[in-house]
């Protein structure tokens, strides 16, 4: 079992659709990171959060610690949201925090 | 300032060559990440850097592959004697003076081993 899982691993929707992409983890924490990858293969870093709530425009990032769970939504979703968004915990291992990386979810928002 | 910098983009080399993949860290920041991303997996973190120290290089194979981030220049992630299964995505990220905080990521390096 990945200790990183992403859900859904794939998500189409419609302009101005409401969209949440969940992130569950199953190891100790310092924080969560969500990316996006563009189809070109660039990475930006959304959001990095160790508690509570972030927003950034029409993207919303929440995440409970004691559930080990993390959401994005998008709202009023366009076009240009179509990319990979990737969850990514910060997590101490042998003796460094290193990011440990969720598969993705594929978002294709239709015009 | 510009963003971190990855060259080159794209790198085809035979099986048997050497690869070697630069990343140029946001100014100011002195912490180096180096992660692998195969065709149709997620990203792996490979190795972490600071100015003239490996702090952890647990994700890095045990043959073949080094990094390394000198005073001076970029940072390097070195593959002797490639092989097909090398071919992947190779992405660098920095972060500032202060670790654990957030990552900026480079556009990575396209590397296709023929």
């Given at each position: ?5 992403q ?84 997590s ?20 | ?82 092989v ?31």
């Amino acid at each position: 079992k990945n200790e990183v899982e992403q859900s859904p691993q794939n998500l189409t929707a419609q302009e101005g659709e409401f969209i949440t992409i969940n992130c569950s983890y199953s190891v100790g924490i310092s924080a969560l990171h969500w990316l996006q990858q563009h189809p070109g293969g660039g990475i930006v870093s959304l959001f990095m959060l160790s508690s509570g709530k972030k927003k950034h425009g029409r993207l919303i990032a929440t995440i409970n610690i004691q559930e080990k769970h993390s959401s994005l939504h998008i709202t009023a979703s366009h076009p240009r949201d179509s990319a990979v968004y990737i969850c990514a915990v910060r997590s101490p291992q042998g003796g460094s925090e290193k990011l440990v990386f969720g598969k993705g979810t594929k978002l294709t928002v239709n015009p | 300032n510009a963003g971190v910098m990855q060259n080159p983009r794209h790198l085809v080399r035979r099986r048997g060559q050497e690869a070697r993949l630069r990343c140029s860290p946001m100014k100011g920041h002195s912490h180096v990440y180096w992660y692998r991303q195969l065709p149709e997996e997620g990203l792996k973190f490979m190795v972490y850097l600071q100015k003239e120290n490996i702090i952890d290089e647990s994700g890095m194979p045990k043959e073949r592959f080094s990094a390394e981030f000198p005073k001076e220049g970029p940072s390097i992630l070195r593959i002797q004697q490639v092989v097909r299964g090398d071919s992947a995505a190779y992405f660098c990220a920095s972060s500032p003076d202060w670790a654990y905080n957030e990552q900026f990521f480079g556009p990575g390096t396209r590397l296709t081993v023929l």
